[in-house]
């Protein structure tokens, strides 16, 4: 198993104290290909024995969440999910914070895209709305029931992200200035990014969480493996990323575990299964 400790791997047991909460990526971190690791599940059932909560922190549309996850919220193996990069979150008793895009913000976002002549989606807390549709879309949206296609949808619907698609990050978008609109474009992939408000970020729905739980950010642990990541990794105590995660993000944990596949949570959070207090 692969396991690279920046920090050095002796002392890796002295520099992690048993977290209060985890904050874990779904894609990539916790999945691939939208399905969650059976011994990833099976980590999470055994943690949530212990008195760590377990939360979620992705940039996936609330509407598009895996039915796996979705499950072990429901089943309270999973105390709480942020999502939207951020923008909203929520428990089993509802929402915990939401941070909704503003009229202008989507107005300029909608010209902007327009401008780059890309297809883009806005996301709600029930849908995402597509501007157009094309080959691939439709074939998506024919199997997601909360997929539609609406280009005037963020008028009449509170909407929090929007995400826009492209060959490479070379291609479309790369000579705006989002910062003169107070707002940010995020890659999580090759093809696609998000378009969030320049103040956005999962580390600003970690606050929320844990302010929420009365934890301070410092005493929590993340996962993850893409751009999407950097401020959360940079709020929290310890951040841990994936074999294969972005150079950049690596750069910037505190640990470097093996992939899905070479079971790189469990090489770092086994130990916890025994120290920490039943719930």
């Given at each position: 198993?692969?396991i690279?400790?920046?920090?050095?791997?002796?002392?890796?047991?002295?520099?992690?104290?048993?977290?209060?909460?985890?904050?874990f990526?779904?894609?990539d971190?916790l999945?691939?290909n939208?399905?969650?690791?059976?011994?990833n599940?099976?980590m999470?059932?055994?943690?949530?024995g212990?008195?760590?909560?377990?939360?979620?922190s992705?940039g996936?549309?609330?509407?598009?969440?895996?039915?796996d996850?979705?499950?072990?919220?429901?089943?309270?193996?999973?105390?709480?999910?942020i999502?939207?990069?951020?923008?909203?979150?929520?428990d089993?008793s509802?929402?915990i914070?939401?941070y909704?895009?503003?009229?202008?913000?989507?107005?300029?976002?909608?010209k902007?895209?327009?401008?780059?002549?890309l297809i883009?989606?806005?996301?709600s807390?029930?849908?995402?709305?597509?501007s157009?549709?094309?080959?691939?879309?439709?074939?998506?949206n024919?199997?997601?029931?909360?997929?539609?296609?609406?280009?005037?949808?963020?008028q009449?619907?509170?909407?929090?992200q929007?995400s826009?698609?492209?060959?490479n990050?070379?291609?479309k978008?790369?000579?705006?200035?989002f910062a003169?609109?107070?707002?940010?474009?995020?890659?999580w992939?090759r093809?696609?990014?998000?378009?969030?408000?320049?103040?956005?970020?999962?580390?600003?729905?970690?606050k929320?969480?844990?302010?929420?739980?009365?934890?301070d950010?410092?005493?929590?642990?993340?996962?993850?493996?893409?751009m999407?990541?950097?401020?959360?990794?940079?709020?929290?105590?310890?951040?841990?990323?994936?074999?294969?995660?972005?150079p950049?993000?690596i750069?910037?944990?505190?640990?470097?575990?093996?992939?899905?596949?070479?079971?790189?949570?469990?090489?770092?959070?086994e130990?916890?299964?025994a120290?920490?207090s039943?719930?």
């Amino acid at each position: 198993m692969f396991i690279e400790d920046k920090i050095a791997k002796e002392s890796l047991a002295t520099k992690m104290s048993v977290p209060k909460i985890i904050f874990f990526d779904i894609d990539d971190t916790l999945s691939r290909n939208g399905i969650i690791a059976e011994h990833n599940k099976a980590m999470l059932e055994q943690l949530a024995g212990t008195d760590i909560k377990l939360v979620i922190s992705t940039g996936r549309s609330k509407a598009i969440l895996p039915e796996d996850i979705l499950a072990l919220l429901e089943a309270n193996v999973l105390d709480a999910i942020i999502c939207m990069n951020g923008q909203y979150s929520f428990d089993n008793s509802g929402q915990i914070s939401h941070y909704p895009l503003t009229a202008e913000q989507t107005d300029k976002i909608v010209k902007l895209c327009q401008q780059s002549e890309l297809i883009h989606k806005f996301d709600s807390a029930t849908h995402i709305a597509w501007s157009g549709e094309n080959e691939r879309l439709r074939e998506f949206n024919a199997i997601t029931p909360n997929s539609i296609v609406d280009p005037d949808y963020y008028q009449s619907n509170t909407v929090y992200q929007c995400s826009v698609f492209f060959n490479n990050q070379q291609e479309k978008m790369q000579d705006i200035d989002f910062a003169q609109h107070d707002l940010k474009l995020v890659h999580w992939h090759r093809i696609g990014a998000d378009i969030l408000p320049a103040d956005a970020s999962k580390a600003r729905g970690i606050k929320d969480v844990c302010e929420y739980y009365a934890v301070d950010a410092s005493e929590c642990m993340a996962f993850g493996d893409g751009m999407n990541d950097l401020e959360m990794f940079d709020l929290v105590g310890f951040a841990v990323a994936m074999g294969d995660a972005q150079p950049a993000l690596i750069a910037r944990a505190d640990f470097v575990t093996g992939t899905i596949e070479e079971c790189g949570i469990q090489a770092v959070l086994e130990p916890f299964y025994a120290t920490s207090s039943v719930k």
